[in-house]
């Protein structure tokens, strides 16, 4: 009757958001859940809460396995609210339970609401018995808070992954061979360049850490859970953290009467007679936490503003701060743009490719006023240069 059962004694008893559009700056057009997960056995755990505001959708899902306040342990991964948020509710039906969490994570979760809750404080390596299971632990910290961990069901093969290889994607659908590899794996990079690109070192480190697991399933606290795909995904995600790209293109601009348009035009002209794919993203209509995912797959990033007020455009402004804190790797950049007397924009942007740490082969191209056809030919060109520069750079 429901699509919740998992394996035997386990099952999704989250809450789906089908109405949310932004997640503190990330646009969320797909909406996103919220994943909680019931392990029944001798000893009933539930793994991680909900939003608050969806608290009773995960009491009713509760309900049609267990009474909820049979609940022995309640499991949180990660103290983020939009996973912790229902524990307070959840510990007034269950206040003799036990709540396991990191060492970070009871700190967070007394600062957070202030009660004296039973914690019971593991680290990697602990184990826990439910009866006929076992809870087995792996702190992950910064992965993506200090507070991170992802716990082990040893005897069903599942990882409780926490932010680890989610989706913000609101679906009826709990398993990712139901949707297909080309629709979660857009939506986990999304995700992974929005939430986890700062954390490269530490998802090695994880990843190292959880090598050894015999996996049947993942299950993170949002989207669908890998059952398919684990491969293909643990292989994306080696790849992610290494900060590695395809040998493409993206230009990011905005424009104020068309002129830095232009210029954008013409360098994606001379990307592509040399046959590389190229993306252009117009500031004005694309959401800068979209943009993020083509950031995440592409070696050359090409970023062009006009100036104003001897800067950038706000819209550029808005990107560059988002992009540094987010810290993409090894890439290669480029700076151009147009101006009526300044020119400041283009070095503000060529300032930023430094701080970033980005190869930066070529000088910037800054066009006074209307780029005419010379000035146009010689953006193709600057195209064409950046192009054989990238084809001949190492992965």
């Known amino acids: ?71 022995d342990y309640l499991l949180s991964n990660h103290v983020e609210m939009d996973h912790s948020g229902s524990i307070p509710r959840m510990m007034e039906l269950i206040p003799n339970a036990t709540v396991i969490t990191s060492k970070q994570g009871e700190k967070g979760l007394r600062r957070h609401y202030g009660k004296e809750w039973d914690f019971k404080v593991v680290k990697s390596g602990d184990t826990i018995c439910t009866g006929n299971r076992t809870l087995s632990f792996v702190n992950t ?9 992802v716990t082990y069901l040893p005897e069903e093969k599942i990882l409780f992954s926490n932010d680890a290889f989610g989706q913000h994607l609101a679906t009826p659908e709990r398993f990712d061979d139901e949707l297909g590899w080309s629709v979660v794996k857009r939506d986990a990079a999304k995700y992974y360049a929005n939430i986890v690109l700062p954390f490269g070192k530490q998802v090695n480190k994880a990843l190292s ?42 230009i990011v601009y905005d424009s104020m009467w068309h002129s830095t348009e232009k210029i954008a035009q013409a360098l994606e002209s001379g990307l592509s007679e040399l046959g590389i794919r190229t993306t252009l993203r117009n500031l004005k209509v694309n959401h800068i936490s979209d943009i993020m995912s083509d950031v995440l797959n ?98």
Not at 6 to 16: D, F, L, P, Q, S
Not at 18 to 42: C, I, M
Not at 54 to 64: G, H, K, N, T, V
């Open 141 to 149: 910290p910064m992965v993506h808070w200090p507070d991170s961990m």
């Open 298 to 395: 592409s070696k050359l990033i090409l970023m062009g503003s006009p100036t104003l007020n001897n800067g950038l455009l706000p819209t550029m402004g808005s990107f560059i701060t988002y992009l540094k804190g987010l810290k993409p790797q090894n890439k290669i950049g480029f700076a151009f743009g147009s101006y009526g007397w300044g020119g400041q924009a283009v070095g503000e942007l060529e300032k930023t490719i430094d701080e970033l740490s980005w190869e930066q082969p070529v000088k910037g191209f800054n066009i006074e006023y209307v780029p005419d056809r010379d000035d146009l030919s010689g953006a193709h060109d600057t195209g064409k240069l950046l192009g054989e520069h990238l084809l001949e750079s190492g992965e």
């Open 209 to 250: 850490a959880l090598s050894d697991l015999d996996l049947e399933l993942i299950c993170p606290s949002h989207g669908v859970i890998w059952r398919s795909f684990i491969p293909k995904i643990t292989a994306e995600y080696q790849k992610w953290a290494n900060h590695e790209a395809e040998k493409r293109a993206l």
């Open 1 to 71: 009757m429901h699509n919740e059962k998992i394996k035997e004694g386990i099952y999704w008893v989250g809450a789906i958001d089908w109405d949310v559009r932004n997640f503190h700056g990330y646009l969320t057009e797909q909406g996103t859940t919220y994943n909680a997960y019931l392990v029944v056995d001798e000893k009933i755990t539930l793994v991680d809460t909900v939003k608050e505001n969806l608290f009773e959708q995960m009491i009713s899902r509760i309900s049609r396995y267990v009474d909820p306040s049979k609940i």
